[in-house]
Each structure stands twice: as C-alpha cells, then as structure tokens.
C-alpha cells in the first residue's frame, strides 16, 4: 500500500469521526454523546486494526511473503486433509464432514488472526469430545459447533478469558495425556479391522480383547506397517544424511533439502495415497475394510438444523430435545476449544503479548461461521502450526491456501477418498495423538513441587476412567481447593528477638503475603499462640507488615479481635511498616491501632515501658476526616492480670506457626 493510500484512508478515519460527533456537541452525559463516543471509538484507527488485525501486515506485504505463505498453506494442507478425513471418523462422522470443518477456520483466521503460525481446524481432542456428544450424528455436531461458537463468541465479547488462568499446567498436561490415550484407544477398532460400538476407554479395550478372535489380519498387517512407516518420515530430518551438506548452497542440495523437509511433513498425504493405490489395486478381491462413498463437492451455505429425524423411531427431534441430549457437552466443547486455543497461541507468542480476547472472538466466528457448512466443533492445532512455522509461514494469508486446498479436494477427489483403508486412517491418527501424552512433566513436577502432582494425576486418571469433561472438572476443582488451602493458611514466621539495650525483648511475627477473609482466621490463631507460646503472654508482639498489600473487611474485623483480645490481657501488639490503604482500612473500624513506622525506632520505642517514641496510635476518625495520617495520643494497655481462660477463643483454637 503506497503513501496516497494511507492518507486516503487516514481521511475515510478522520471524516467517519467527524461526521459521528456532529457540528455541536451533546452535553456531556446526553445518551447520544454516549452512543457517538462509543461508536466513534468503535470505529477509530487503533479499534479497526485491534479487530481487524489483517490491516496491519497487508500494508507492508510483499512478494517474498506470498511466496512463504504460499510454500506453507501448501505444506499445511498436505496435512490437514488427510487428518480431516480421520477425524471425521473419530467424531463418529463421515470423511467428508471432517472435511467440511477444515476450511472455514482458515478463512476467518485470515481476517482476523493475529498469530501468523496458527491453523484452526479439526484436532484429535475436538473430534473426540463430538462423539461423546454427538450420539444423534451430524445434526447433533453441527448444532453443538453452531452453539459452541455463539459461547465463545460472547466470552471473547464479555473477556472471560482471564478464567483460562485458573487452570493449571498440570491439570492441562493430565487432560491432554489423557485425551490422546483415549482416541489412540477408540482406534483399535479400525486398526484390527473389527465393527463394534464402544464407548469410553474401558468399554474399548474390554470389546477389542472379547472380540480380538474375529480380527482382519490384513488390517492389522496394512496398519501396523503405515505406523512404523509414519514414524520413519517423522524422524527423517533429524538424521544426518551422508549426502547431505547443510552448509552447501548448490541446487542440488537445496532440492534434497527440501525433498526430505516434504516427506517428513507430508507423512501423512503419503501413507493414505499409497495405501489407497494398494487398495484401489486390489478392488476386485478387496482384502481392507475401506472407507467407502465420501459425499463429493464443496457444501452450500445454510442454518444449522435446529432440529432433525431419529432414523430408528423416524420422529422429530425438537431443540430442546437436542440440548437435553447433549447436555453438559453445550458448556464443555466451547471451553475445551478455547483452553486449546489459548495455549496453543500463548506457546508461539515467543514472548510477546497477544491478545486473548481478541484471539477467543476469532475462534467463537471461526466455528460459527463453520456450522453454516456442516463443521463439527474446531480449534487451534498444534501439530499443524508447528508445521506452518516451520515451513515459513509470514501471515495468516498462508490459511487461504490451505483453505483452497481443501476445498478443491471437496471438489475433485473425494470419488479416490474411499479407497483409503480405515487401518490407515486409525494409524494417522494414533501418530498424531502420541505426541499429546506428557509423560516428561511428570520428572519436573516430582523434582520441583510434589504436590503439583496431585492435580496431574487426579485429572489424567478421572479422564481416562470417568470420562474427559468430568475428569478436568474434578481436576480443576482440587486445583482450586489447594490454592485456596494455600491462601487461607499462609505461612507465618515467628522469631523472638532477645533483649537489648533499649528493650526487653519481643516476639517478631511475619505472615508471608495479604490478609484476606480466608486466611484471617490462620493468621489470628498463629499470633495468638505467637503471644502466649514464645512471648509468655507478657513479652510484646510486633506483628511485621512489609507482605501485607491489601485487607479486605473480613480480616479487619479480624484484627480488630485480635487488638482487642491483647489489650484485655495487658500484653502490647505493634504493627510495623503498616501500609496505608490497610491502615485506613482497619482503623475505620477500630478507634485506634498501635504503630511502628519502621524498624529503627522499634527497640527504642519499647524501651523498658518508657515514653514509647516512634509508636503512633492512628484514629480512624482523623483518617476518614483528613487523608493524611494524623498521630494522636497511644492507647494505654490495660494492666489488670486478666486470665487467658477467660477469652473462650483461646481454648479451642488449633495452632500453626508455620506451613
């Protein structure tokens, strides 16, 4: 874009604004200055090019950029079309209508993507979450994909991406393993060459091995051979060839280069055509369970079915009716499509900040805007962004041409997809599940924090035993459970000061971050014992405040307890290095609280029950009337030999110094 264009369309930006605010402006607070303003910033130059972030990088493309992304939507879409047709058959669907979920994402993508490595398609996890869901077939996948969109949308609309910081990575890294032991396992099936109807891990691999007598070993001879030819080409360009000089730039090496960068990333394309020209060859004795008819052509555009016909009852199956079937699948695809997502992009920002809300509103149009084609639900891939990137992808322009792709595959050779072996398509998937099994976290978590394993083994068991959603549901939930453990009973150190010079000695009490509502309670108990174990109940408290940032009323009211419960045994309590928004806050509900502004004036200040200087006693009513702190006179304590017994509090409270 040349420099007379930009000002051409600085102009349209300064005109479009000028025009929303009128000649005289509203007075301020007029709902229609309210609507202007809000519109005129809608449409200003930063917002367009937040959500529109193809504005930015077509200005400054180029011819060496079409080529990159052209190199890479082709690489790509050598491997999506056949892990199309695969996933459509994990969802419990057709070849083809994996295929209808493989473009739109691309398209969308292009327009308002920011991550120029991402491909939003058809993944392993998707595809089985929809069968799971789906049992009424690809009314059921199109209407949850429909519903999943309008769910992500307006989460993206209303940023409820911040809730994605809740979920740990070992709970993630439990789900995905679990996950990917799942759909290798629903692949058995295909990959013996047996028909059966399964449902979860267990019914699997029960139904396999009751059954195993009946197996194709043609099937499983085609299948076995396709994985270990997979893994070959995936590892081909890590091998040092003889031949190869990857310092040389002759063009012989340059086109041996590439041919093993080809083979190795377009595994996948390769097996499934040589294994359908095997069976294509053998078509008048076919010894392979093959895929058979694939619908041709590309779909038309249309509302998803908001309801459908049971073909065993032949009745109508209302909306409703629908919902009621898929149940919490409404909630748990949309938030599964996302918690990939977001991951998937947070691993190729290489740092840098993005933007998660605009990145949830992408994928919420990318799969609304698919269930008008027949798509089932869709997220990010990590495999086939790897792939992007390392094919030398510039801009999200390379999606188009992976989106081309597919549909030109959806135009002209479907009639060759359904002599794809369903053994060859059960291994491409095994294959490209494999990688998702974390099982190198499991040395970092046991040598950093033990604890963390809970999480990852409750969530990979419950998944695996349980079922996906409730599995990273019961994971999510103890994960939550032990950080609010953790924030209700902080650690609280307790040291005694010996006498000095200028004091008696005293009992330093450091609680290790905020005082909130769930750790008021850990914190009062711990100072309490703090003054009757190592002070003796005479000796003072000094209660250090530096990690203290925030109290809320809960834990004021707290404090002022405990106050109270020191002064009705004559036993002095000083907080040191108080900062003021907590002061304010706990002295709006105490008449006054006993101060130390640092820790040079404390021995002098508890100098043998002299004049204590440095102490200050801050009222609430001078806070509240003046803004600055306004010392007033210290509140004596009281001297009377008043029994702990007497605080009912003290008897029953269990005691922690530290966690």
Not at 178 to 204: E, M, N, Y
Not at 305 to 325: A, C, H, K, Q, R
Not at 432 to 454: E, G, N, Q
């Amino acid at each position: 874009m040349d420099c007379d264009n930009i000002n051409r369309e600085d102009a349209v930006y300064r005109s479009t604004v000028v025009a929303l605010e009128g000649d005289a402006p509203s007075p301020p607070g007029g709902l229609c200055h309210f609507l202007r303003s809000k519109t005129g910033r809608c449409l200003s130059r930063k917002t367009l090019h937040r959500r529109l972030p193809c504005l930015t990088w077509l200005r400054s493309y180029n011819v060496e950029c079409l080529m990159g992304d052209l190199v890479a939507g082709f690489t790509v879409g050598l491997m999506i079309i056949p892990q199309a047709l695969a996933y459509g058959i994990v969802a419990g669907l057709s070849p083809s209508d994996g295929l209808y979920s493989a473009f739109m994402g691309c398209f969308v993508y292009f327009l308002l993507g920011s991550t120029l490595e991402m491909n939003i398609g058809p993944t392993a996890i998707m595809a089985l979450m929809t069968y799971q869901y789906s049992s009424g077939g690809s009314a059921y996948a199109v209407l949850l994909c429909f519903i999943s969109g309008i769910i992500e949308l307006l989460a993206g609309v209303i940023n409820l991406g911040f809730l994605i910081n809740f979920i740990s990575q070992p709970v993630i890294s439990g789900f995905t393993s679990a996950a990917a032991i799942t759909i290798a396992s629903s692949q058995l099936k295909a990959l013996f060459g047996l028909s059966l109807k399964t449902k979860g891990l267990v019914d699997t691999w029960v139904k396999v091995f009751s059954n195993i007598q009946e197996f194709r070993w043609q099937d499983l001879t085609l299948g076995v051979v396709c994985i270990v030819l997979l893994l070959i080409l995936k590892e081909v360009r890590s091998i040092r060839w003889p031949c190869l000089d990857p310092s040389s730039r002759n063009l012989g090496q340059r086109v041996l280069k590439k041919v093993i960068f080809y083979l190795s990333v377009g595994r996948n394309a390769l097996v499934v055509i040589i294994a359908s020209v095997i069976a294509y060859s053998l078509d008048s004795d076919q010894p392979f369970t093959i895929t058979g008819y694939v619908e041709p052509g590309i779909p038309s555009p249309s509302l998803p079915p908001f309801s459908t016909i049971n073909p065993s009852t032949n009745e109508t199956v209302t909306f409703l009716e629908i919902m009621n079937d898929i149940g919490i699948g409404v909630v748990m695809v949309p938030f599964i499509a996302v918690l990939d997502h977001i991951a998937i992009v947070s691993a190729f920002s290489k740092g840098r900040t993005f933007d998660a809300t605009q990145e949830i509103i992408t994928l919420g149009i990318a799969t609304l805007a698919g269930s008008f084609f027949g798509s089932m639900p869709i997220t990010g891939s990590l495999s086939r962004s790897a792939v992007n990137l390392s094919s030398g992808v510039r801009t999200p322009a390379g999606g188009l041409v992976t989106g081309v792709m597919v549909l030109l595959a959806l135009a002209f050779l479907t009639p060759a997809f359904r002599y794809i072996p369903k053994s060859t398509l059960a291994a491409v998937i095994m294959c490209a599940v494999i990688h998702l099994i974390d099982y190198s976290v499991v040395l970092p978590l046991w040598r950093s924090k033990k604890v963390d394993l809970i999480p990852f083994s409750v969530t990979f068991v419950a998944c695996l035993m349980w079922g996906l959603e409730w599995g990273i549901l019961l994971g999510i939930v103890v994960n939550l459970s032990m950080l609010l453990f953790s924030i209700a009973t902080p650690s609280v150190k307790v040291a005694l000061v010996p006498p000095g010079k200028q004091h008696a000695g005293y009992v330093l009490v450091t609680p290790a971050h905020g005082i909130s509502y769930p750790s008021t309670s850990h914190i009062r108990a711990a100072i309490r014992k703090a003054g009757l174990k190592q002070a003796g109940g005479s000796l003072p408290v000094v209660i250090d405040c530096t990690f203290i940032d925030m109290a809320d009323y809960t834990s004021a009211k707290g404090i002022k307890g405990l106050v109270d419960d020191f002064q009705l045994r004559g036993q002095t309590l000083v907080f040191l290095c108080m900062k003021p928004r907590v002061l304010q806050t706990v002295a709006a509900l105490h008449e006054g609280i006993t101060v130390c502004s640092s820790l040079d004036a404390l021995p002098e200040a508890l100098a043998d029950g002299e004049t204590e200087v440095g102490i200050e006693t801050v009222n609430g009513d001078a806070l509240h009337s003046g803004g600055d702190l306004v010392v007033s006179t210290m509140i004596s304590t009281p001297t009377s030999d008043t029994s702990d017994a007497a605080n009912p509090l003290l008897t029953t409270t269990t005691f922690l110094d530290e966690k």
